[in-house]
């Protein structure tokens, strides 16, 4: 199945390096691939088990998604997820 989550701080390719890499990590999630415009991540899974260890992973990693709260910690968080994908 294909999902599609819109996530909160993503701002630029630094973001999406890091979800990609962060989110393709997970053994039964595949194709994750990122919007930076429209701030959408799109993958695909096997269950709804998976589909939620993204959205834990997104939390995780400072990019919850638009039906969370955006605390100072998920921005900070961000922040420091944007400049590792920066780096690589």
Known sequence: ??????????????????IISKVSELDSVSNVSVDVETSSVSFEYQDLDDALLVKEKLLKIGYPSVDMENSKMAQFKSYVSCATGKMK
């Open 1 to 18: 199945m294909k999902a599609t989550l819109v996530v909160q701080n993503l701002k630029c390719g630094g973001c999406a390096k890091t």
